[in-house]
T-cell receptor, first 113, second 115 residues
Framework: SQQGEEDPQALSIQEGENATMNCSYK?????LQWYRQNSGRGLVHLIL?????REKHSGRLRVTLDTSKKSSSLLITASRAADTASYFC?????????????FGQGTELSVKP | NAGVTQTPKFRVLKTGQSMTLLCAQD?????MYWYRQDPGMGLRLIHY???????AKGEVPDGYNVSRLKKQNFLLGLESAAPSQTSVYFC??????????????FGPGTRLTVL
């Protein structure tokens, strides 16, 4: 099964609300990354958190990592209609050759104006 | 900079036909990747390359071949297309960084339908 599994699969909120997405993984990681994919487009990197970090911020994004629980969460604060997209977590394993990432199945976020 | 570009954007093939997808990047990245994306499956790695002249298998390599003759290009070939290869194909590239932490840059995708 996939290294990364995301929850929920779909999330619908109103503009201005916060959105939280979760990612769980199975094996030890070097880092965990979050990507966004707008409909019909390629993925865009949002944020990276290393295994020795617990929390990271970038603008309206907040990512947490709990290596003991093998889980991460992505919080988008004060959401906007433009945040509507699919969000994927991706893990880079320890001793990773070639910078490979293993992607989760994604969370589809819909932000209603 | 164009970033990562993919050719073609759309293609329809008949079962048994062959084709090559071209990926080009102008960021001087060492690493390049081919993924396929299917509904509910996320992205799955087909093949990847850690440098010019080198390729390696990913998670789902069967039915595909790749070549990296030039650092900036990574080609994905389907020798005999099958309906199971209907998918959206994404190319990505990244820097080579010691200790990992490689952000990947993605192309816009190629939507392939095999009839």
């Amino acid at each position: 099964s996939q290294q990364g599994e995301e929850d929920p699969q779909a999330l619908s909120i109103q503009e201005g609300e916060n959105a939280t997405m979760n990612c769980s993984y199975k094996t030890s990681i070097n880092n965990l990354q979050w990507y966004r994919q707008n409909s019909g487009r390629g993925l865009v990197h949002l944020i990276l958190i290393r295994s020795n970090e617990r929390e990271k911020h970038s603008g309206r994004l907040r990512v947490t990592l709990d290596t003991s629980k093998k889980s991460s969460s992505l919080l988008i604060t004060a959401s906007r209609a433009a945040d509507t997209a699919s969000y994927f977590c991706a893990t880079a394993l320890i001793y990773n050759q070639g910078g490979k990432l293993i992607f989760g199945q994604g969370t589809e976020l819909s932000v209603k104006p | 900079n164009a970033g990562v570009t993919q050719t073609p954007k759309f293609r329809v093939l008949k079962t048994g036909q062959s084709m090559t997808l071209l990926c080009a990047q102008d960021m001087n990245h060492e690493y390049m990747y081919w993924y396929r994306q299917d509904p509910g499956m996320g992205l799955r790695l087909i093949h990847y390359s850690v440098g010019e002249g080198t390729t390696a298998k990913g998670e789902v390599p069967d039915g595909y071949n790749v070549s990296r003759l030039k650092k900036q290009n990574f080609l994905l070939g389907l020798e005999s297309a099958a309906p199971s290869q209907t998918s959206v194909y994404f190319c990505a590239s990244s820097y080579r960084l010691a200790g990992g932490g490689n952000e990947q840059f993605f192309g816009p995708g190629t939507r392939l339908t095999v009839l």
